[in-house]
């Protein structure tokens, strides 16, 4: 009895059923492999057929109304990405603090309204690529070279006091760096500082930055990053669809450079 | 002060101003902790009375995403604002001074 139940547990298994879930496996595995996304749709995206963009137009140069129309970097931006889409925009003109519960609710499909990437909301939606950089610049007037402003010992550097700016200086000081402070209530202070000579260096804001070369046609600054913070667009996490659209019409926007030409037109 | 009141002690236990770049209601960083510390220097002049000046707020234990955010102090991650330094350094009697800031700069 012990040697039959022996000659059972080692009995070869029949080799065509071997074979058969080898070629299984590997079948499931090449599908895998090979298997193609299915591509976004757009009625699928947007059902409405339209694409609706909640924006706090109270935040120029990004979006403001004007009385009626709502103009702005973030609408040139929407429009753009619809026109890439050739589907119809409407805008829906909310407070600032408002915009998230209209965006989860499904009251828009979008938020694009000059808002920073927020990790901690990435639990409800998810973010396109940035499309614009307003972190911290520092600028120096435009013949210094590259190296002047990464060394920039000694210098006197203007800036808001008690803004971003100025914890950034202080980490620099931390990290040794010998700094002359030039405090100014404001950060447009801070590039006139630089723009008469008082100062070597001003830390701004990018937005700050290029306005302020927009009313000074005749001044410009070399600048470089020292911080980021990124502006995107949301889309509610379960609206996979809509969000490879409008991830897919941005990128074609920065290919095309049409995205340069609407953020040099506002700033 | 009117009713006899003068002698007793008064806490102010919440105050403070608000810098979210998206609120209407908000001022420049540079003026909330020029307005903050200011408070500090009427109040121990002017009002004897007031015992204590209490900011709304040090740290909120976790982030709102909505502008009472920018009411405290230290971050929910505890990094340090600057206003938080300001004040550091005005409670250690550092950089006192009528203005905290360089008047405008003119040309010429």
Known sequence: ?????????????????????????????????????????????????????????SFPPFALDDGGSIRGLDIDLASAIAAELNMPVRFSNIGFYALHDALISGAVDLLISALRVDPARMVELRYTASYFDNGLVIARVADATQADIESLRKARIAYEYASSADAEIRVWEEDGRSIQRLPYELPEYALDALRLGLADAAIVDATTLRLYQSDH?????????????????AIRIDRVDAAKLVGGALDALKEKGELARIIDKWL | ??????????????????????????????????????????AEANWAWVEKLCIWALRYPADLLSYPDNFTLISADFSKKPIYFALQDYARGWNRSENPWLPPPRAG
């Open chain 2, 1 to 42: 002060m009117n009713y006899g009141d003068g002698a007793k002690p008064a806490f102010v236990t919440e105050f403070g101003w608000n810098d979210h770049p998206r609120w209407t209601g908000a001022v420049r960083p540079s003026q909330r902790s020029a307005y903050t510390i200011q408070s500090f220097d009427l």
């Open chain 1, 217 to 233: 046609g005749d001044w410009t600054a070399r600048y470089k990053y020292v911080t980021q913070d990124l502006y995107a667009i």
């Open chain 1, 1 to 57: 009895m012990a040697a039959a139940a022996a000659g059972w547990l080692t009995r070869p298994k029949p080799p065509g059923l071997a074979l058969a879930f080898i070629v299984a496996v590997a079948f499931i595995f090449t599908a895998l492999l090979f298997r193609r996304e299915r591509a976004p749709d757009s009625g699928r995206a947007f059902p409405a057929g339209e694409i609706v963009v909640g924006v706090d137009a």
